[in-house]
């Protein structure tokens, strides 16, 4: 596949701090076609005829996908009014990539035994922690392999798997009172480098949109998700996971049910990682965590607006899943409507316990040129005495009269040139070096866009 394509980029025009992705990375570039499939569904009104249900493509898309030569692609068009492509899981091979042409939704099944690992093991919720869907898309060992075009692919999630009244995220809310949901995931990237998003809208994943491991080089570029705000629980947008470096999200727009971006860092690790230029609305925030086990090092979030999220910047983790997060770099963001605005918090509860053997530091985090209005909590909650967070604020602004409250443990504040008015903190073993300093925070007028349609 050609080199753009492989290795994906983004030019940071006007930060003094440079990305953290170690690669030099460019706009990708659309591949040749090895072979055009036409649509032969019609979806009006977003919505497949129930006598359509089970004219599933999966075979065609496979088949072109597996006679691919590298460096080519599998191009999905319209043909007439035919727009939609019916599928359950699909794996992508080395240097191909799948295409989804403007016009055209590809959607995923809904009959839960297409994405079953075992008889019966999806479309339920299990007491056992099982890995028991496969995904939409599954990337295994395939570098270089890609997802692209103006198209979209939609899961699906809130509407009843067939056979069933019951959709893919009603069984995350059965799941609220014990067990775990079997729901597939929209695209999952496994040992496979230089992966690439680009163009294409993702929606209604029954649980994570993407999710990328044990791999160096993942670029989401130009990539819409849209997932209703609530209802539809452990929608995460972009969690790049375990093991993963080199990692670029530019220019998407991302609103989910669950975290717009999380970096987990579970065992392996995870580092070098540039987030910039993207505009978040409803969900979870820009977070990393709560996995940290593995450290999670050398991350800048840079150019971001936040619109209405129920958590702004976040750094989550606790005493079971705790670990060294460092040398992060929040710069030019601005948040605004959200609950919690600034979250760096050490009892994070939605999964294991407070307390345990793996206790979460974090250090080194600058926040540089943050702005917030609309009020909320303001939150840097360490851990203990030893394992504390250590701070730099320089240039971070309530820029309204909204009502703030916050919370300090366990932290080091360190106040650079640039200002901050946040309320500084007394006690709770927090510490505050520097003297804040006056100044005017720049407008985020410009920042915060509809989302696009």
């Not at 591949?31 to 979806?43: H, N, S």
């Not at 496979?192 to 998003?197: I, P, V, Y």
């Not at 209703?228 to 375990?242: C, E, H, K, S, V």
């Not at 940290?292 to 702004?312: E, F, Q, R």
Request: aromatic share 6%.
């Amino acid at each position: 596949m050609r080199s753009a394509l492989l290795a994906a980029s983004v030019f940071i025009a006007a930060l003094g701090t440079p990305a953290q992705d170690a690669r030099h990375v460019t706009e990708p570039i659309v591949p040749p076609a090895c072979v055009t499939l036409e649509a032969q569904l019609a979806a009006p009104n977003h919505a497949l005829a129930a006598e359509d249900e089970k004219k599933l493509d999966t075979a065609r898309i496979q088949k072109a996908i597996d006679g691919c030569g590298k460096g080519h692609g599998v191009y999905l068009r319209t043909s007439g009014e035919k727009n939609a492509f019916l599928s359950g899981p699909l794996e992508l091979r080395p240097d191909v990539a799948l295409i989804i042409d403007k016009g055209v939704t590809l959607y995923a099944s809904r009959d839960a035994a297409q994405f079953a690992t075992a008889p019966g093991s999806c479309g339920v919720v299990t007491q056992e922690n099982l890995h028991g869907c496969r995904p939409l898309i599954s990337i295994q060992h395939a570098s270089g392999a890609a997802v692209m075009g103006a198209g979209t692919i939609d899961g699906r999630g809130g509407a009843p798997m067939l056979g069933t009244g019951t959709s893919w995220w009603q069984l995350a809310e059965q799941a609220r009172a014990g067990g775990r949901q079997q729901a597939f995931r929209l695209i999952v990237a496994d040992h496979s480098d230089n992966f690439t998003l680009y163009g294409i809208t993702l929606k209604n994943s029954p649980n994570f949109h993407v999710t990328f491991a044990h791999g160096a080089g993942f670029t989401a570029w130009g990539v819409t998700i849209d997932t209703p705000q609530r209802g539809a629980r452990n929608t995460d947008g972009i969690d790049p996971g375990i093991d993963a470096r080199d990692v670029t999200i530019t220019h998407s727009s991302i609103r989910t049910g669950d975290d717009n971006v999380a970096i987990k860092g579970g065992p392996g690790g995870a580092e070098r990682m540039t987030i910039a230029h993207n505009h978040f609305y409803w969900g979870h925030g820009m977070s990393i965590g709560s996995e940290t086990d593995g450290g999670v090092n050398k991350i800048l979030v840079t150019d971001l607006s936040l619109d209405g999220p129920d958590n702004g910047l976040r750094i989550k983790s606790n005493g079971s899943r705790g670990g060294l997060t460092e040398n992060v770099t929040f710069d030019d963001v601005c948040v605004r409507n959200s609950p919690n605005p600034l979250v760096f918090d050490t009892a994070y509860t939605a999964a294991g316990t407070l307390t345990g053997d793996k206790k979460p530091s974090m250090r080194a985090i600058t926040l540089h040129n943050v702005r917030v209005s609309g009020g909320g909590k303001i939150s840097f909650n360490g851990y203990d005495a030893t394992h504390r967070i250590a701070a730099r604020l320089d240039g971070v602004w309530l820029t309204d009269q909204a009502k703030y409250s916050d919370k300090f443990a366990h932290s080091d504040v360190f106040l650079g040139f640039e200002g901050t008015n946040l309320h500084l903190p007394t006690g709770d073993d927090t510490t505050v070096t520097g003297t804040p300093a006056e100044g005017t925070p720049a407008s985020c007028q410009e920042k915060f866009l509809p989302f696009p349609q």
